[in-house]
């Protein structure tokens, strides 16, 4: 390039390029403004905390205990075994509402209505106190036992949760299923695929797309949610510290130490949900955007071009 | 018995709404059968009845010599279970008019998708038929793109190989190129030029007129439910008997 540039006359040099504006940008005080209204009421809730007589040398000295990291598995567990059950119910419950038997859609949508439409804390209770009614689980020849010890406190936690989940799970598949093109189901036929074949090869990865966002919220809310069955004796993260708390006098101090925790968990399962819905983008058309590993590599390789171009 | 498609005297209605009202044709083996007709004429649905995606109310239609979607014992019909008329549709192939192309799958892996899940066929197998299917419609360097990332009559012969891979004995096409800008209409029109000299029976619903009248074996036009007129189509394109099919000609010609 720069040698054409020197064989050619000073008359041919292509014109200059026109002079960049330089001008007075226009100043928004009102930016400035709120921008200080918002820093200076951060500012006095940080001093307010700062004043309050908390003794945050008690969250390090706790963070790690072993009663904590134990409540956090603990809330891990159940939050995966509950949704377990919300996704496989939910697909369940979907499949039976979009069905052609009235029975069974009926049925699916009265669970969703009624699991749906009660607090999931008095239904948690209920599963806590269903040992009043029932003093016997028989299930035939398979299993029989007292209530009390079949329910056990995970047991119970982990109904309550899991078929809760599973109504709002139903609601986020059916959309889901309805919003895969229904020339994908005649394709899938017109090709010889079975009913089942078809849900499971066409017809539900492409829901997934829709399903996903969603349940990713799910899951975080479920994490969250887990705090609840500390009312029915179930020993999980925030039961674990508020124990800690009363042991120790450090009250509120574990409450942060609980809900650092929850955010960590929390952070992590965003990442995660971020990758599984690139996943199920696949042939779609618009451009995905770079996963964080994918832009420092292209930052590494685009710091390391100009000096090869020097 | 000759026929690939028997149709006597089909009927089909959407509730109150009767589409077909007496459909009679016949379509031999190895021919080339183009249905032409205004739209709302009956004509996607008769072609959707003969795969059975569409139920007939009344009258029968035949296959090969089977009846379409039940059986048959003395005077007394019995529907088939789903898994028969799975069985049944293997060997019709159906192109649709918008694709339907499996958007989650590569061109190959939509090529490949139904000989593995629906007849068992190994992986390996598979994939060296589907990318000599794909080589055939002319998108062999296309194996690993995903339908959005085609063109639509790229997407059109890549469901023509789709519906092709299940080795059928019949094809229905469904106004395969209506969606396609006219640049593109030339290509998928020579797969199926090509696909009709290798001797397939296909079925063509279409508004190619050119198509018709190069490559169709027979005419059939529908308007309101019932066949106006058949024939040969030079013939009938040149010219028609009935009042109707003139004044449908006129203007899409």
């Known amino acids: 390039m720069t040698v054409d540039i020197d064989k050619k006359g000073p008359e041919d040099t292509p014109p200059q390029a026109p002079q960049a504006i330089k001008a007075v940008p226009v100043r928004h005080y009102g930016r400035y403004l709120s921008a200080f209204i918002a820093l200076a009421a951060l500012g006095a809730i940080v001093f307010a905390f700062a ?23 603990e809330t891990l567990l159940l939050t995966v075994c509950a949704m377990l059950i919300g996704v496989v119910g939910g697909i369940l419950l979907a499949v039976m509402r979009l069905s052609k038997n009235p029975v069974t859609s009926s049925i699916a949508w009265f669970y969703i209505w009624f699991f749906r439409g009660t607090p999931v804390l008095v239904q948690l209770f209920v599963w806590f106190n269903l040992g009043f009614v029932f003093e016997y689980i028989n299930l035939g020849p398979v299993y029989k036992d007292e209530w009390s010890d079949f329910m056990t406190p995970f047991l119970t936690a982990l109904l309550g949760l899991g078929l809760n989940e599973a109504a709002y799970m139903a609601e986020i598949c059916r959309a889901g299923l309805l919003a895969v093109d229904e020339g994908q189901t005649e394709a899938a036929h017109a090709l010889g695929m079975s009913h089942s074949k078809t849900l499971r090869r066409v017809v539900l990865p492409q829901a997934m797309r829709v399903i996903v966002p969603p349940t990713g919220n799910e899951v975080i809310n479920m994490l969250k949610t887990t705090s609840l069955v500390a009312a029915v004796q179930y020993y999980e993260l925030l039961k674990n510290a508020t124990d800690i708390g009363q042991s120790s006098g450090a009250t509120v101090e574990v409450l942060f130490l609980a809900a650092t925790w929850y955010l960590i968990m929390t952070s992590i399962l965003s990442v995660g949900q971020y990758y599984l819905e690139r996943y199920y983008a696949r042939g779609s058309s618009r451009q995905l955007p770079p996963t964080p590993w994918q832009k420092v590599k292209a930052n590494m390789l685009s710091l390391r071009r100009p000096e090869v171009a020097r | 018995m000759n026929a690939m498609v028997k149709a006597e005297n089909v009927h089909k209605s959407f509730g109150h709404v009767e589409v077909l009202k007496g459909i009679d044709l016949e379509v031999e083996q190895g021919e080339v059968f ?7 004429s009956g004509k996607s649905t008769f072609l959707r009845c003969i795969n059975h995606l569409e139920k007939v109310n009344a009258g029968r239609l035949y296959v090969d010599g089977e009846l379409v979607g039940y059986r048959q014992k003395g005077d007394k019909l019995y529907e088939l279970k789903d898994t028969e008329v799975a069985l049944k549709r293997r060997d019709i192939g159906m192109v649709f008019q918008r694709f339907n192309l499996f958007p989650h799958m590569t061109a190959l892996e939509n090529v490949m998708e139904a000989p593995v899940q629906v007849k068992g066929e190994s992986k390996a197998a598979a994939r060296e038929r589907a990318g000599s299917l794909l080589e055939r419609v002319g998108l062999a360097d296309k194996a690993g793109n995903y339908p959005s990332q085609l063109s639509g009559g790229q997407q059109q012969r890549v469901a023509i190989a789709r519906a092709l891979a299940m080795e059928p004995k019949l094809m229905l096409f469904d106004e395969p190129t209506s969606a396609l800008d006219p640049e593109l209409v030339g290509d998928v029109l020579d797969v199926m030029r090509d696909l009709a000299e290798s001797g397939m029976t296909m079925i063509v619903v279409t508004h190619e007129m050119g198509f018709a009248r190069e490559v169709g074996d027979s005419l059939v036009f529908m308007d309101g439910g019932v066949v106006v007129e058949s024939g040969n189509p030079r013939d009938v394109l040149t010219d028609p008997q009935h009042e109707r099919t003139k004044s449908f000609l006129s203007k899409v010609l």
């Open chain 1, 51 to 73: 004043q309050g007589e908390i003794n945050w040398d008690a969250i390090p000295e706790y963070f790690f205990d072993s009663r904590i990291l134990g409540g956090v598995r």
């Open chain 2, 34 to 40: 183009c249905l032409i007709g205004p739209s709302g």
